[in-house]
Structures are given as C-alpha cells and as structure tokens.
C-alpha cells in the first residue's frame, strides 16, 4: 500500500466517527507517526510504500480510534507551545486554551527573571511549567499535583525537555499539604471546572478516556479549587506577584467576584474562541 492509500483507509474507518476535517488532521497524525513525514512531505511522497511491518499496528491503532479513543492518548504525543508532550490517560489533554493562558504570562513577566519564581497547580502532563520553563530559562518553577501517575508523566516531559523542575505531590484542597509548596511571584493553575452535570454534553472521546478527577467539580461547589487556590494566595503569593488561572466560559463573572472577595483585583481575558476562558489577579495594594 502507498502512503496515499493508508491515508485513504484511515479516514474511511473513522469517517462515520468524526468529523470530515478531524478525520484528515487525525490521519495526517498517523501517517506522520508512522513515516516521520509531516503532512506536506506526506503529500510529495504518496506514492512512497508504507512500511510494510507497521500494517499490523497500524490496524491496532485504527481500531483504538474506532471506539473514540483521543488520537493523542494512541500515539502518546501532542503539541503544545510549540514542543512535543508526552501524554497517557493518566492527564488531560493539553488544549490550545490552555498555550494561550502561558502566552498571557509569558507576556506580562516582569524582570529580572533570574528571580522569577512560578508555581503550577494541579500540572497534569507539566505542559504549563516545562513550556514556561523552556521560554523563560532563569525562572525556578514548581509544579504540584495529587496524583504521583500525573506526576510520573510530567517528570518524563521535564526531562525529555531538559528543564528543571521542582515537583512536588499535594492535595492543595487540604491546607495541611500547603506547608509543602513555596512562596512565589506567579500561581498558575488550570484546575477542574466542569460541573458535573454537564457530562451528558461532552464528547465521548473526553468522558469516556480523560480523568474525571483533573476535570469535573461537584455542582453545588464548582468554584472550589478558585477559593483554595484565593485563599493560599494571601499566604503564598509574594508581592507584587500574580494568579493566573483557566476558567469555564460560562463562570467568569462568578469567578471573578469569587476572587474580588478575597481581596484580589481581577481581569478577565477572552480566548481566541471569543469566550471568557482565563482570569488573572493581584491582591490589592492596600492589602500588601
């Protein structure tokens, strides 16, 4: 078979599964995965062989997509910031929402960064603190998160990335655990926010492989890791310092207020989706 024609058969078995456009970026996934070539060299190349020896897990991979199965968590890989993350359905999934939220930190640091100081909460794959880490060398950045399995995958990517990177396991809703996690200039964190009773209107290939725990909240508390993540701020931001946070779409006057009465002044940044999707706050200077 031609590289073109595997590339045909991917998105026949998954047509009636995704969408048209998904299909082909899924298949283009594949073929890159499995030859190397990315989708404009594939394209020059289609009438290359596939490689014989990888039919077999090729069908293996095919069929892994056929029951929803995010292509990510197949191939183990993703892109975010511009670098190549490992992923297992030990994390999220990083999203372009979420790039955009270190974007929005990466263009406020303040200098000198050799004394910058960052803590990520809640790291999952480490995509946050590694990216950040790789676009501001001289900051010391820490990373925490509940699960040792989410740590075990953001440790990997620290070090495929050759960053250094302070992880640290807490449950930052027990305020006992905060004793573990230093003073710092920045807080970032891109916690569960989804209520509950919005599962029935997520897609399959997130409810049924992403891990609950790193995305849903209960729904008559579905600001809690906004009030955990306020209140440690009073004790644990420096300065001067700042929160940056990922928030639901439809809670960012709520979250907003949330932090205004801890003390915080708040602005809401919208993604490039036109949604309220990221909120950054400073503890008023009267309260320093």
Known sequence: MTILEVSKDIQSQLQNIYEENEVAIIADMVIEYFTGKSKTESAKSKTEAFPVEKISELEIIINRLRQHEPIQYVLNEVWFGGFKFYVDNNVLIPRPETDELVEWIVSNCRFPVSELTVLDI????????????????????????????????????????NVAINFIQADFLDQNDWNK??????????????????????????????????????????????????????????????????????LGDVTKKLFET?????????DMQGKDRMVRCEIKKEAV
């Open 262 to 270: 801890y003390n915080y002044t708040c602005v809401i940044k919208k």
């Open 122 to 161: 809640g790291t999952g794959s480490g995509c946050i603190p590694v990216t950040l880490k790789r676009r501001i060398r001289k900051a010391t950045v820490w990373a925490t998160d509940i699960s040792n399995d989410a740590l075990n995958v953001a440790k990997r990517n620290a070090q495929t990335m």
């Open 181 to 250: 996690l230093p003073k710092v200039d920045i807080i970032v964190s891109n916690p569960p926010y989804v209520p509950e009773q919005d599962k029935n209107s997520i897609n399959a290939n997130v409810l049924n492989f992403e891990p609950h725990t790193a995305l849903f909240v209960k729904d008559n508390d579905p600001l809690i890791f906004y009030k955990a993540i306020a209140l440690f701020g009073q004790s644990h931001l420096k300065a001067e310092g700042s929160i940056y946070c990922e928030i639901h779409e439809s």
